[in-house]
């Protein structure tokens, strides 16, 4: 015979459907975007990963300075048993200021996927990249004008050397916005008017080599090639961001995405738990009789955590389903706004499944079994005496001499407590949520702000190498890059004691300044030692820290142009470019290697803002539906809980109005206090998440909150409990007056 | 005797307030009878009821069934103690409230491997025309007919039943005793009532008075009253 309580269930779930289908909502999205993150990211970096032998990504290029004689690329390949591949290239403009990389087809390395449309045929046609083709609307078909000249644009393309849009290595932040590669005929980029740069990308034949072997080898290989030409550029794929940066962003995200989940999982757990106690309380006769009669606790136990753990199984099930088939694009397109991705196809990842249905079941199943066993484990007898607790001597708690209706909330709170723990614990993720997705942007804009304001000069020149100018104003600076412990890039800046651009700084004598943000990022403080090194020959430099300098843009260190050349070992009259207000006109352009412009310094804040901002909305959608869905749950339960006092008060002559009044002011309390100690707490909690957050990242943005963002979490905070007041202060009112007589019965 | 009594003794709370609810309860009850346990309040009548139901648990003596004893039974051997020899019957139904009068007497039939025929027990209750009536629907005697229902349906060696008439007015109280006479003439289940009705030992086979924890009489009734004459 089938267990008739199992016929419950059913019944259960439709009078209470409200409160499971918005559980079951709540939980299927919440999992349908995190699988799909997980898929998304995993079908992608498949790709990504393919791609390498797939389009043959080259090990590594080179330039040279002029065409080489003719047995130096044969030499080169036989010396170090690899095949080296013409990838000329020339830089153009086009008439917004953007840089375009021409390049012609290649058949043997590197190759290029398109993603839409035909590679170019005719003199007048244009394949370019995809991310670069979104960002500024261009479609297949439109007239692009680069070089002075008009193409149509054939293709939308992903080259595989180009899964990041770096302009240069030595970048901060990759460009997707004013930098594409593109692809035109051989006759097409024979009549460029750029000067074309002799790029050559080499493919080992050795593919079984580790990182260190692959490392030392093309070290071999740059040495070997300088002896015997001029050597403009030397990059292995290891260092090359435009290949590597994006396998390694990828999945960084992931680990935030997992915890996102379970939090969110571990308070619905709580919120299953604390709402099936309730009911174990309401029903605590019914359940000493079915013990009386010989049902085991073991039958009651399954049968009061069946419909959580069903609707959780169900909520898995579907959000799994889009997260194969609905979300994954989603997600994707967060990394493809980011990345020049070949194409992807959305691959089944048991990571994911485990990760987004088995570990949420066992976490819904481990927390309502804990709690509902000891909810279970009182005897028939108590049940059936409803004394429900294990205190033996109950005594109701000291409250001061407060007026009556305020002791009388005190009482509901004390008496809810459990409740009221879930829905401060649930009111604190969300704020910490909301927190999260309102705080970015401001953040990003104040950065931006603050870089723009702090910036040396309307222009910033690097030079391939020192040439004087006449421009009025112009002044000299060093500049060199070195590596900290942690392998990240930091500028060294070497300037006139005097200097018209970087003032109120005395870098006299062998004074050294830090720019705050490397010494926020690294805790460093005045007076510490600081160690970096040489990127290729590992040189160490030890420099002792004067005091910190506001520069947020880059992490960077300051010093005389002295300091600097004794420290480099080079001519105290060397210097590497220019600080300046006004364009410099008389130098060659291809002898400058960098313009550093306003846009630079914030490239690092706009690429953050294009890549992650999709991501902020959903977290401020995802908390406020959290904020709603904790109190109506947990004030339902309160007031589901007291269904009988509240209709003998109203027995007693309260109003409607005075019964809400009491049970939903008790709750109005503890959301208002709630939400005043979960701001400062999630204000607490996201500093640090964000400090961990952006050790990862290259450079520095220093957390800041806008002033406006916790008072509106707080407003958003109650507006939703406003919401939600309604809905029970209309529940209160439909309390019967005979509720409290029929259950005294 | 087929249920045994041996000097039962149980007290409640510690030091100064412990109080002896029973002081050693030596008795029996013979298969099939029906045994009224009387006294006011307080005099450890509900007390051993529990303990003969395995829901509460001596501090001293001996509580067999047809020669099993529960003293040395763990929590899940009284669990299936209960499955299979107990039905309860509560002054208050505790009824679940979302399943209809069938399906919560079918919750008692789930618990034996031969429940009686259901049909039956419904028509016997007199419960057939409100069979698919939720507990709400019901007045109280019928909710208690359903709880009796739920009870006897496992066909429970034995029925105990605690204050069955508490809550209901005369006449639906009559009803429900005949009701339990009818289903021990039918069934044949030993019957064990507490009450505080003196009325009530008239339809019983044998009385047992309690007072202060202890029993004042112990009597076999020769003649017995019907439930329909019984009157108070």
Redesign the interface.
Known sequence: MKNPLLKRLPRELKSDIGKYIALFLFLSLTIAFVSGFLVADNSLKKAYDDSFEKFTVEDGHFILAQLPEDDLLSDIENEFDISIYPLYFVNGETPEGHTVRFYTQRDEVDRIDVLKGEFPEKDDEIAIDRLYAENNNISVGDIYTADKKNFKVTALTAFSDYSCLYKNNADMMFDANKFTVALVTDDAFDSLSGAVQYCYAWVDHDRDMDDTAREDKSDEIMKYIAKKAVLTDFLAQQNNHAITFTGTDMGGDKVMIQWLLYIVIIVLAFAFAVTTRSTIEQEASVIGTLRASGYTRSELLWHYIALPLLTAAAAAVVGNILGYLVTPDMMASMYLHSYSLTKYTVIWNADAFVRTTLIPLAIILLVNLVIVSVSLSLSPLQFLRRDLTRKKNRRAAKLPNWRFLSRFRTRIILQNRAAYIILFIGIFFSSVLMLFGMMFSPLMDHFKEQVVSSKFSEYQYLLRMPLETDTEGAEKYCAAALLNDNDEEITIYGIDPDSDYITGLDVSGDKVYLSDGFMEKYGIESGDNVVLHEKYSGDEYTLRVTDKYDYPATLSVFMSRETFCDMFGIDSDSFSGYFSDEKITDIDEKLIAATITEHDLTIMADQLDDSMGRLFPIFGAFSTVMFVLMMYLLSKLVIEKNTSNISMIKILGYTDREASGLYSRATWIVVVLSLLISIPLSGFTIEKIYYTMMLEYNGWLSYWVAPWVYPMIFVIGVLCFAAVSLILMKKIKRIPLAQALKNME | MYLELDDIKKSFGEGENRAEVLKGITCGVEKGHICVLLGPSGSGKSTLL?II?G??TPDSGTVSIDGEKTAAMN??QL??????H???V?Q?Y???P??TVK?NI??????SDK?LELDEIIKTLGLWEHKDKIP?QLS?GQQQRT?IG??II?NPDILLCDEPTG?LDYNTSKEILKLIEDVNSKFGNTVIIVTHNDAIKLMADQVIKFRDGRIRHNDLNTVKTPAAELDW
């Open positions: 529990n139901g829901i509460d929590e899940k669990s299936q103690y209960r499955r299979k107990i039905g309860y509560f208050s505790n009824l679940i979302n399943l399906e079918e919750v008692g039939a789930y618990l429940p709400s109280g709880a739920r009870a496992k809550a």
